[in-house]
C-alpha cells in the first residue's frame, strides 16, 4: 500500500509521456483552450485535473496503511478507503481513454467548476481570506492553482467556453455540470474498465460510512467495539474501494497513456490484500 501511494504521488507530480498515437498523445497534439484571457492546453488541463485526485488517493492510502497497522479503527479504515475508490474514480473519469477529447476536456472543466465553486462557498462561509487575489506562488503574475485570479471570473470563463463549443451547460445545486452529469454511482456502473465489484465496494462502505446498517454490519462495528481492536482482516473486509479504486484507475491510465505503470507494485499489492490482508 505504501508503494502504491508512493507511485501514485510520482504520477500526480512528475510529466506524463505518453506513446505515440495513445488518446494521450492525441489530446497534447489538440488546438488550446481559451478560457477568458489565457489559453491552456489540452493535456495540461486533463493532467491538471487528473492530478488533483491522484495525489488525494496517495495522500489517503498512507492514512489507510496507518490505520491498517494500527488495527484500532474500523469506522476510520472504511471511510478512509471510502475516500480512496472516490478519489480514483474521479481521476479515472478525465483519462477515460474510451471517449473524445472534447468528452474528457468536459469533464475536466466540470470538475474544476466544482472545486471552484466549492472553493467559493467556503470563502463565503468565512467571511473572506480564505482565497488571495492579490499575488501568486512566485510574486507576481499567475499559476496552475489559480492564485492570482478571481475564481467567480473563471467559472464565467469556462461556462462561456463551453457555451461558444455548443456544449451543453446544466445548472446544478452547488456548481455547473457541462455536457454529461456524473456521479460516483455512474461511474461505478459505467467507466469502460470496472469489473463488477465497484458498485459493491461504493455501496459497502457508503453503509458503513452513513450509518445504514444491516445487522451483520452492525455486529461486525460492536465487534471491534467490544474487543478494543479492529482486525487488519475485518478492516480489508469492508475496505474493497482501497482495491477497486487503485485498480480501475492504473488500467484505466494504461489505455490512455499506451503504457503500463506500477505495474509490479500494484500486483504485490492485490496479492497481500487479497491472501494476506494483515500484511497489506
Known amino acids: ?7 501514485f504521488t510520482q504520477l500526480g507530480l ?12 492525441d489530446d497534447a497534439e489538440a488546438p488550446e483552450v481559451r478560457l ?4 491552456a492546453p489540452v493535456a495540461k488541463i486533463l ?4 492530478a488533483v485526485n491522484i495525489l488525494s488517493a496517495a495522500d489517503q492510502l498512507r492514512g489507510f496503511a496507518v490505520l491498517l497497522r494500527a488495527e484500532t479503527s474500523l469506522m476510520g479504515a472504511v471511510s478512509v478507503a471510502r475516500g480512496v475508490f472516490e478519489a480514483c474514480l474521479w481521476a479515472t473519469a478525465v483519462v477515460d481513454p474510451t471517449i473524445t477529447t472534447d468528452e474528457r476536456l468536459q469533464r475536466a472543466l466540470t470538475r474544476r467548476l466544482a472545486r471552484l465553486s466549492a472553493g467559493i462557498r467556503l470563502n463565503n462561509m468565512l467571511g473572506g481570506g480564505v482565497t488571495d487575489h492579490e499575488r501568486s506562488i512566485d510574486g507576481d503574475g499567475d499559476d496552475e492553482h489559480g492564485s492570482n485570479r478571481d475564481p467567480a471570473q473563471d467559472i464565467d470563463d469556462i461556462v ?8 451543453s451547460v446544466q445548472k446544478g445545486q452547488r456548481a455547473p455540470t457541462i455536457g454529461t452529469r456524473l456521479s460516483i454511482d455512474w461511474l461505478s456502473e459505467n467507466l469502460e474498465r470496472r469489473i ?16 445504514e446498517h444491516a445487522a451483520d454490519t452492525a455486529s461486525w462495528i460492536e465487534l471491534s467495539q467490544d474487543i478494543g481492536t479492529a482486525p487488519a482482516w475485518l478492516i480489508q473486509l469492508w475496505s474493497t474501494g482501497a482495491w477497486a479504486g487503485p485498480r480501475l484507475f492504473l488500467e484505466t491510465f494504461a489505455g490512455y497513456t499506451g503504457k503500463a505503470h506500477l505495474k509490479r507494485e ?14 497489506a
Do not use: C
Open 1 to 7: 500500500m505504501d508503494e502504491i501511494a508512493a507511485g
Open 14 to 25: 512528475k510529466p506524463w509521456k505518453p506513446d505515440r498515437g495513445s488518446p494521450a498523445h
Open 36 to 39: 477568458g484571457d489565457r489559453a
Open 47 to 50: 493532467k491538471y485535473e487528473s
Open 160 to 167: 462561456m467556453y463551453a457555451k461558444n463549443r455548443g456544449w
Open 196 to 211: 463488477g465489484v465497484e458498485g459493491y465496494a461504493w455501496t459497502s462502505g457508503s453503509s458503513m460510512a452513513h450509518g
Open 266 to 279: 500494484y500486483q504485490r499489492f492485490e496479492k497481500l490484500f487479497w491472501d494476506n490482508g494483515s500484511k
